[in-house]
């Protein structure tokens, strides 16, 4: 059995490919399985994998018709052999360090959990996350040191999904957000570690990016929302640990034009009630557009 499964779905993204799976195959750690959904591709994407997975062993090879990013990874889920599970989204890339570096953080610790710096590639610039080493224990404590609500830039220890029935929301954007507050949640350890990076590569061409998925993306902002509320009072979480969550929603996937938006916000009221933390960031970002609108003015 290996020591880490990586779970990359694939889904037409053959100009990202190479760079990923190679990424893989030169980490400094090498005990692991890559499980590798194909989810539908119709471009290039399958003859890639069915390249890498001759040329390394390691490589398993799963073919599906399309069904979504949630689907694929909770198909990953289900077949992972790994002690500890990595996600990896096939138009990113890992620093070469990477898994040998959450791997033994994980180990230390005895984390169910261990969280790596992400950088951000735009074209030629890039940024990284600010992290200090620590272990955290708190709800709140985890929920504020989340740079964002993607899963890819963690390590878990395998058994935790099942334990705490965890999987993805089929068919929805923002899916990611709801399984990593419920990981905050049910961990007994979250481990932050600096270091090695995930590397993001911000494709315009992405689920999350594409223009003609916005009315879409809206809708389901609101489905993932409801999710986390309905879980928060399932929990029945305190009104502060309840305010964090709303404030990493507003800060991390609800846009703050949908904000600004007056029949939006008041589907927002609906789901979250009189929060304080709703209001202060429609206000802020009130102070904001009228801000650009007098410096545009001035200018």
Same mark, same amino acid.
């Given at each position: ?7 990359? %779905? ?92 959450? =791997? ?12 790596? %710096?992400?950088?951000?590639? $735009? ?23 989340? %740079? ?17 029935? $965890?999987? /993805? ?28 990076? /995930? ?65 939006? =916000? ?28 007098? $410096?545009?003015?001035?200018?």
């Amino acid at each position: 059995m290996h020591k880490i499964s990586l779970i990359i %779905p694939v889904y037409n993204v053959e100009k990202y490919l190479y760079r990923c799976l190679d990424s893989v195959i030169e980490q400094s750690f090498e005990d692991w399985e890559a499980i590798c959904i194909n989810d539908g591709s119709t471009d290039n994407s399958l003859h890639i994998l069915q390249e890498y997975s001759k040329k390394d062993l390691r490589i398993r090879l799963i073919s599906q018709e399309n069904a979504g990013l949630s689907a694929a990874r909770n198909v990953g889920l289900g077949v992972a052999k790994g002690k500890y599970i990595c996600f990896l989204d096939s138009d990113d890339f890992l620093d070469k360090n990477y898994l040998l570096m959450l =791997y033994n953080e994980i180990e230390k610790t005895n984390a169910d959990i261990v969280m790596a %710096p992400t950088r951000y590639i $735009i074209g030629k610039k890039n940024t990284k996350d600010k992290f200090k080493n620590e272990v955290l224990m708190s709800f709140v404590d985890k929920i504020s040191a989340l %740079p964002h609500g993607g899963s890819c830039n963690k390590l878990y220890r395998t058994s935790f999904f099942a334990e705490n029935n $965890i999987e /993805y929301p089929l068919g929805l954007y923002w899916e990611d957000n709801i399984v990593t507050i419920k990981c905050c949640y049910f961990s007994n350890k979250f481990a932050i570690v600096d270091g090695d990076c /995930y590397n993001y590569i911000c494709n315009p061409l992405s689920i999350t990016r594409d223009e003609s998925k916005e009315a879409k993306r809206q809708k389901d902002c609101l489905a993932i929302l409801m999710m986390i509320v309905d879980f928060l009072n399932d929990i029945n979480c305190s009104y502060a640990e309840k305010e964090s969550v709303l404030d990493f929603c507003f800060y991390r996937f609800v846009k703050r034009a949908y904000i600004l938006d007056n029949s939006f =916000y008041k589907q927002l009221e609906k789901i979250v009630g009189k929060s304080k933390v709703l209001k202060k960031h429609r206000i802020k970002q009130k102070t904001l557009r009228f801000l650009r609108s007098m $410096i545009f003015f001035k200018y």
